[in-house]
């Protein structure tokens, strides 16, 4: 058990060291300073947003289960690449809370999205809230929770261009643990 916490802690902090420092994204950011949001160990910030099927979802909700939040805009060309393999992670995952929040989007292009790539993930359109609670700049960005108080266990900031994201095979492997915890 401590070995596979201590591979956990590894890969997380891997991670983070290749993707947080990431700048640019795929929404033109007017605040290009260095993001100093939530990270791995931070508690996830407290935000209630209305779901794609009307129905009201809480951060705390998370509060002692595994939850993958996804950040997106799905004008994005990493975010395109992305949200098929967040989906087929959602469906292999059924006891995981996926959500994913749009970034500048409104719900007629996310539905439009969802339909076109056969999407089931659960999704939030939206401006700026709650991503302003997150982070300044950077899309796709995916926070991994877990914990009696729902802290942030994985922190990715994807850009393909310069460095590709975790497979869904190495977000799997990071789920597993979690799983392995819980």
Not at 77 to 97: A, K, T, Y
Not at 118 to 130: E, G, Q, R
Not at 172 to 177: G, K, T
Request: net charge negative.
């Amino acid at each position: 058990m401590a070995g596979q916490m201590k591979i956990l802690h590894s890969f997380c902090m891997f991670v983070v060291g290749m993707f947080s420092f990431l700048a640019s994204s795929c929404i033109s950011d007017k605040d290009s300073r260095p993001d100093s949001g939530v990270n791995v160990g931070d508690d996830l910030p407290l935000f209630q947003i209305t779901l794609n099927d009307n129905t009201t979802f809480c951060s705390s909700e998370l509060n002692g289960k595994i939850g993958v939040i996804v950040f997106f805009n799905t004008s994005c060309p990493d975010c395109v690449e992305e949200l098929p393999e967040i989906n087929h992670l959602f469906l292999e995952n059924p006891d995981i809370n996926f959500l994913c929040i749009a970034r500048n989007e409104d719900f007629e292009s996310i539905s439009r999205f969802w339909k076109s790539h056969n999407l089931s993930l659960p999704f939030v359109p939206a401006k700026t809230y709650p991503y302003n609670l997150f982070a300044t700049s950077g899309i796709p960005r995916i926070y991994i929770s877990y914990s009696p108080d729902a802290s942030v266990r994985a922190h990715i900031v994807a850009r393909f261009s310069d460095n590709p994201p975790p497979s869904r095979q190495e977000l799997q492997q990071i789920l597993n643990s979690l799983k392995d915890e819980s």
